[in-house]
């Protein structure tokens, strides 16, 4: 499974962007399906994760209500919406698959064997 990121870029505090990862691969509607970011100098961070068949969320709570997850299993594509952007914020995005919606391993960056290469979002003040 590959996937490609894109969307990142520079955006004033308070303001939107909407992340996008595309996965190759013919079963991607059951795939389980999860956003990370990581700063400089800090752990990889779980944001949100999104379930295969039943498109079920879960947030970490430093980004509910102003993230949201979202799929297109005919664009084989997850979004991330980020709105109320704040400064810290900032940092590298990444996405990630694996091969199924396991709900007790998809807060954890050791839950997904696949991994996007990440795209930068810079939120200035």
């Known amino acids: 499974v590959q996937l490609q990121a894109s969307g990142g870029g520079l955006v004033q505090a308070g303001g939107s962007l909407k992340l996008s990862c595309t996965a190759s691969g013919r079963t991607f509607g059951s795939y389980g399906m999860g956003w990370f970011r990581q700063a400089p100098g800090k752990e990889r961070e779980f944001l949100a994760a999104i379930g295969g068949s039943l498109g079920t969320t879960y947030y970490a709570d430093s980004v509910k209500g102003r993230f949201s997850i979202s799929r297109d299993n005919a664009k084989n594509t997850v979004y991330l919406q980020m709105n109320s952007l704040k400064p810290e914020d900032t940092a590298v995005y990444y996405c990630?698959?694996?091969?199924?919606?396991?709900?007790?391993?998809?807060?954890?960056?050791?839950?997904?064997?696949?991994w996007g290469q990440g795209t930068l979002v810079t939120v200035s003040s």
């Open positions: 990630a698959a694996r091969p199924s919606t396991n709900w007790g391993v998809m807060r954890m960056a050791g839950g997904y064997p696949y």
